[in-house]
């Protein structure tokens, strides 16, 4: 059975910084791409970064672009998400996903989705 357990979440002072993990288990996720997307209260879930298998890319959406990092270790088959100079904006509910192809994680549309761990940012 596939799970992507998060963990990392909590609550920390604007312009602060928190690391999120998502552990995977169930099977090697090395040659899937991995994701983060973020739901906030009465908003849709929004893209906010991917990593590729393979040949290491990444992807961010412009909003958390130059503070947000999304990284792997293939040995821990765990993907994290390092967030620097948070932003009250920045509070949800951070979803880890993966899939086969890169497209469909990136587009919300990927083969495993976590349950999420709360980030929630004070100004």
């Known amino acids: 059975q596939v799970q992507l357990v998060e963990s990392g979440g909590g609550l920390v002072q604007a312009g602060g910084s928190l690391r999120l993990s998502c552990a995977a288990s169930?099977?090697?996720?090395?040659?899937?791409?991995m994701g983060w997307f973020r739901q906030a209260p009465g908003k849709e879930r929004e893209f906010v970064a991917a990593i590729s298998g393979g040949v290491i890319s990444t992807y961010y959406p412009d909003s958390v672009k130059g503070r947000f990092t999304i990284s792997r270790d293939i040995a821990k088959n765990t993907v994290y998400l390092q967030m620097n100079s948070l932003k009250s904006e920045d509070t949800a509910v951070y979803y880890c996903?993966?899939?086969?192809?890169?497209?469909?994680?990136?587009?919300?549309?990927?083969?495993?989705w976590g349950q999420g761990t709360l980030v929630t940012v004070s100004s």
């Open positions: 169930g099977r090697t996720f090395d040659s899937y791409a």
């Open positions: 996903a993966a899939g086969v192809r890169t497209r469909t994680v990136v587009t919300g549309e990927p083969d495993y």
